[in-house]
């Protein structure tokens, strides 16, 4: 019983753990602690904020200078969330393949 007690309390502390942090409502501390966030890009962050929530991560995008796309993608992997929701990347943005069988150029 012990161990399915202690099992429990690990899982759920990991999934806390990996809570979501959304940029909207994020402190400073909360950003720092997303990988490949520092102080210099988490200040930049705020500082939009005050000019009005970001709508999207679009927007989010243009508004934080030097986040782009892959930066995104990598802040999205581990937490951060713009308005609850996770980054997808483009359609336009995405490598494409050729199909099999298919000359290379």
Do not use: C, H
Not at 47 to 65: H, L, M, P, S, T
Request: cysteine-free.
């Amino acid at each position: 019983m012990l161990k399915k007690m202690l099992t429990l309390v690990a899982m759920l502390y990991a999934a806390a753990a990996f809570a979501a942090v959304d940029v909207n409502q994020a402190t400073v501390a909360e950003l720092d602690g997303i990988k490949g966030i520092g102080p210099g890009l988490s200040g930049k962050i705020i500082e939009e904020r005050k000019q009005g929530a970001f709508k999207d991560w679009n927007d989010f995008i243009q508004r934080v200078r030097g986040v782009g796309e892959a930066n995104a993608g990598k802040f999205s992997a581990e937490g951060m969330t713009v308005n609850g929701r996770g980054f997808k990347a483009s359609a336009a943005a995405a490598p494409t393949q050729a199909a099999p069988g298919a000359p290379k150029k």
